[in-house]
């Protein structure tokens, strides 16, 4: 049974979406992201672009 599907609905405290400083690329972790995985440098958690 997914018991989660209610909580992942929205947007947990540490995952989201991340956006790399360097190259651009936005990964989607559940958990947070400290380094880019394609170029190893530094993201930021952006907010949830909700349209
Ligand atoms: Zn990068």
Redesign the pocket.
């Known amino acids: 049974m997914a018991m989660y599907n209610s909580l992942t609905g929205g947007w947990t405290v540490s995952g989201g979406y991340f956006e ?6 936005r990964t989607v972790s559940e958990r947070f992201l400290a ?7 530094s ?1 930021r958690n952006i907010a949830v672009a909700r349209e």
Do not use: A, E, L
Request: net charge positive.
């Open positions: 790399c400083r360097s190259c651009g690329t380094v880019c995985p394609n170029c190893g440098g993201v």
